[in-house]
Nanobody, 115 residues
Framework: QVQLAESGGGLVQAGGSLRLSCAAS????????MAWYRQAPGKQRELVAS???????NYADSVKGRFAISRDNAKNTVYLQMNSLKAEDTAVYLC?????????WGQGTQVTVSS
């Protein structure tokens, strides 16, 4: 089993920045890709960014140039640096980790951007 613990969410004004962290614990040796998703009220969960063990990244078009995902394999932690935040970025942000056969989700952290 893998446990994921997100932190770093909060309330920020439009144009501001936040840095989210997701720390993995448990049976972490099998973790491959890690990712951040978000879900706003009344909307489907969507991929924000992902990163492989080798550092290859992928971003949603809506966050390209504003968000940056990174990973510290020694600390088993993935980060999401969010800059130039917009009201439409308001959502619960969830961390996901994939092994070869299983998918794990964190509980999520709320990000609220005031306009």
């Amino acid at each position: 089993q893998v446990q994921l613990a997100e932190s770093g969410g909060g309330l920020v004004q439009a144009g501001g920045s936040l840095r989210l962290s997701c720390a993995a614990s448990g049976s972490i040796s099998g973790i491959k890709t890690m990712a951040w998703y978000r879900q706003a009220p009344g909307k489907q969960r969507e991929l924000v960014a992902s990163i492989t063990t080798g550092g290859r990244t992928n971003y949603a078009d809506s966050v390209k140039g504003r968000f940056a995902i990174s990973r510290d394999n020694a600390k088993n932690t993935v980060y999401l640096q969010m800059n130039s935040l917009k009201a439409e970025d308001t959502a619960v942000y969830l961390c996901k980790a994939n092994s070869y056969v299983l998918t794990y989700w964190g509980q999520g952290t709320q990000v609220t951007v005031s306009s």
